[in-house]
């Protein structure tokens, strides 16, 4: 054995040495970052076996340090190897643990909570929905009214017996000679604005407050009204019926049919009333129906030509179907609500049965 | 309305087999809504008439008595439980009775027979009203006196007119001539015509159906000179208000009360019978809508009659007792001291008919509509007779019904005509004559109607129609006032022909422009997202009224001045006012909601507020405002913890979402520069936020204008105190934008990663965080591209005196490469000197 061999022999003896320490402090170290901090002693560059194998080189004579470099880098790569397969273990070990846990699934989870659209709300958007399908674009206007756009230009002129079919609140007035203000009784001054303003074709709906001097269970003084209006050359009742129709069966349901029972509206004729079939019985009788099998639900007609004179439109020309009904009304019919006073009551717990 | 079906069959040919049920069927597809049908002693059968002939009490028991009764055959001793059973009186003219025999039935259907009570048998009952069927009145048995002309023995049941059914009816004010059993009958008759049903052929003169003429009565000496003197005198000062005054004058009256069958038949129809006189005008009202007065003719002073304009001031006393002060507008009916009656409204008391009148006048007149109507109104007075002259009563009836109504006034009360008639009718008023395109029709209803049946379908309701080959020429009689147009007449042709018929067509939808975009839908727009927003964020949207309390109106303003709109006939005080803003009512939620067992209560509204009118426009200022309500914890796990209490911050923050999904961009300071869409938020003034908590209250102003928009914050200690809160509550109240929200065009994220630097240091604790953002943002630094706060930090000790620890951290990120270190480091400082020479800052590492 010459000396360059008994070198080598000591050399890797001590490479061993330290590589057995080293396995020894990775069995040890529980964690990533332990395991880095043992790697780092180790096999870092400031690491142990480097400071060996740089000790070594340096003593070892020239042609013999190749060897003393690859037996370094063969325990330098011995390390690496031995820190992959520990970390690739903690990580194992780790997981393991992880599916390990076991939670009570059934706790209730941390709420997130939703908000949420009054009831009155969705049923218009939807309303505008099913009439944007027919294409009545949205129309608006104030709620607070001359006694012009609310009556007169609806031809209820002052001592007109119709004006008790809508019980109306005035507003108080510091100017007698001015034109009274009410609180509309109906969104049809909006129909009448926008005939002002526009010509035919006029297709809208107007949805809206409204106000009337009622207060019980089935009348409220104020609620929301959903009126349509469609003018053009050759309109006909026969349209109102089936654009009615549409909507009847987009609303409540495929199949359900309706019928048009005369009435009188001063703004319209021929009016009617709109009874739908009941959709609780079938037809066969029930409390909704009051046994008759069918449920009123708005109030149409043909635009009377007094309005088209109003708002200056030639009523031999032009001719015109309008219609409305209640919000609340239709809500109440669908969802089964007795008391209409609960829509504005503001009590979150029957807000938020409704999302 | 309420008609007797029985009336309608005195008034109609009527084929067996048409049951009221499918009469109420068709008037209600037809445009008479029949809202409800009433039996009345239906089932009743067996109950006869008898006679008390003795009443002694039951030996067992206090409250019953044992009464004789005679049927015309027998004495029979029934078992009553009743109070108020007559004594007997001599025969034929002691009190009687109706008593259910053994075997009888009644409406209940129960069947009588004999029953032991406590110990005697009592074969039937004796009946009260309710038992019978015809009211719900229980407080004692029927009494019937010997003058209600029912034998005894009769069946009771024939002689009241029973069954009958009672039809309540929905009549539209545009019908006046509905409002009479002729003309129901005549509507029935029209609707009917192909199954056989006609008015009866006496139709022209239906007085005679209803008996009324069993013994006609005429004025005997009509031909002397002396009598045509006693003809009633009338002076129609006023014609416009009185275009005709019919007047019979009747003499040898004796008023009493009217036979059990017309009191039951009033009675059913919700007229209370009152005397002979008396009914027989509300009953010639009944049968023809026609209102009728009768004054007693002693009582007028001058026995004269003058239909006048009141005097201001002029007061007189209706029937009803009630003094009335009248206006000039008012007209009146007068003799020659004082009025008598207000025309077409109400009588007066001083003239009205009662035992002692032996001579009547009666008035059957045709008043102006629209005078009669702002008469009744005013007083708030509204009658069965008003309710029909302000809708329109036939000119042309008078003398019909006033000579039918003085028949049975005298086949009730035993007197006769003392005079010829006064009519008093200058301006006779015409039947209209109309024309009517039969291919107008067809355009009006979508629906081609042959021509000789809208000649039909007219004629069938009494109109004149005659057919020139192209024009329908039809004559109206003066009972349908609601037809003057050719409008009118395709609304009845499609009415009597059937709407069912009408086919279901879509409109065709013409070419047009789309509507320019308004402002009025701008904001509703806004609004609809404001409520998606809101309701995104986890809160339930309620909806209050616009009306409120005046105090509630001042809690929200506070001790700005701002002049509410009151309503001139508010239902009550808390309804009175039109609201300012949506938060006092949405704080009175939380108390309601607290009180109802909720904890955590997120709520709001969007709605609109009214405003003072801006200067020129009569129209109150409309504003759609959104606003919420905050309190309790936010989303927590399980039970919350004191961390989890809401505070300003959720508030802000909430406010914070809204303006960005509003389309508003949150700046730091006000500009002149900055777009219509900038706000920027600031300290709220107590004037600005009376609600608020003034140490934690902010406004939201734009930028530009300087406008304020809103307000948000705690909500002020009184305010939690005086709406029983325990704990704080926090609100936000915002306008809702008039701009449309605008179209963002697109922004590709930078490709080159971004460098963040810490900056930490202590500075004065009034320097507000804006103003610090705002410089740091205004720096001059094209780099830095975020600004964010991490910390605040105010704990004695940890920070000098008077100071706060604030830690931002800024971001730098380049659009055309990766910043090196030293490029970031070069702009963090130039940014770190920048703030340094605007405040006095201590930094930190
Ligand atoms: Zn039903």
Redesign the interface.
Known sequence: MNESDSRAGELARLFEESLSRYQAALAEATSESALRVVHARYAGKEGEIRKRLADALKAAPGPDKRAVGQAGNTALQKAEELFGSRLVDLHEQKRQADLQRRLDVT??G?????????L??QVR?ELEGIFAE??F??????????DFHNFEALAMPK????R??QDT?????HDPS??P?V?RTHTSPVQIRTMLQ?KP?V?IISPG?V?R?D?DPTHS??FQQIEGL?V????????L???L??FVQRFFGPGIGL??????FPFT?????VDIECFFCKRSGCRTCKGSGYIEILGCG?V??EVFRHVGYDSEKY?G?AFGTGLERMTMLRYGISDLRL???????F??QFR | MKVSWNWLCELLDLPAGISPQAVAERL????V?VDAIHPIGKGLSGAIVVEVRGKRPHPKADKLTLVDVFDGKEVTQVVCGAPNVPSPGEPLSSPRLVWARPGATLPSGMTLSVREVRGVPSPGMLCAEDELGLSEDHGGILILAPEDGIAIGADFAQAAGLPDFVFELDI????PDLLGHIGVAREIAALFRHEGVRLKPTSTDPRTVLGWFADPVHCRDCDSPEHFEKAPRIVVEDPEGCPRYFAHRLTGVRVHKSPLFYRLRLQRLGVRALSNVVDATNLALLQFGHPLHAFDLGKLAGQQLMIRRAKAGEKLKTLDGQDRELLPEDLLIADVEQGVAVAGVMGGQTSEVGETTTDVLLECAYFS??RV??TSKRLKLHTEASHRF??GTDPSALPEVADACAELIVKLSGGRLAAPPTDVYRHKIPTQKLTLRPERTT?????AIPTATQKDCLEALGLGVTFDGQLLHVEVPTRRPDLS?E??L??EV??IYG??H?????????M?EP?PPTK??TI?RNA?RA??L??????????????TSPERVRLGEGKQATRP???????REE?SV?RTRLLP??VE?LR??LA?G?T?????EVG?V?LPSSPGE???T?RTHVAAVLYGHR????KPTASDALDFFDVKGLCEQLLDGLGLKLCLQPSSEAGPRAVFIRVATENEAPMLHPGAAAAVVAAQSGELLGVFGELHPDQQKSHDLPNPAFALELVVPALPIEKQPYVAPSRFPGASRDLSFFVDDKVEAARLMDTLWHAGEPLLRGVSLLEDYRQPGHVPTGQKGLLFSLTYRSDERTLTDEEVHKAHQRVISHLGAKFSLQLRQ
């Open positions: 706790i209730p941390r709420p997130h909570r939703l908000g949420g659209l009054h009155l709300t958007l027919l294409g674009q949205v129309a608006t206007g104030p709620q607070v009214e001359t001592d007109h017996p119709a008790d079919m609140f005035y507003l108080r007035s001015h034109d203000l609180l526009q074709p297709r407050k106000y001097k207060d003084p104020m469609c053009d050359e050759g309109v006909t009742m026969a349209d019926k089936g654009t129709l549409y019928r048009l029972r005369p009435s009188f004729e021929p009016s009617a009333e043909m009377d030509p001719s179907f829509f504005f009551a503001g009590d979150a717990r807000t938020e | 209600s597809v037809s445009g809504a539209t004010p545009n019908r509509p629209a109507r702002r302000e809708r355009a009006i209803l979508g629906l147009r409008i009118d395709i609304e499609a009415r709407l069912a009408l086919p279901m067509t879509l409109p065709r939808l013409a047009a509507p009025g839908m509703y609809d409520r998606l809101c309701a995104s964020l986890g809160l339930s949207e309620v909806l209050l009224f616009s009306m709109h009151l309503l001139d006939n508010p239902l309804l039109l009512g949405l939620l309601q909601n109802h909720q955590d209560i997120r709520l709001f609109e009214f009569l129209l109150p409309e989303d927590h796990f399980l």
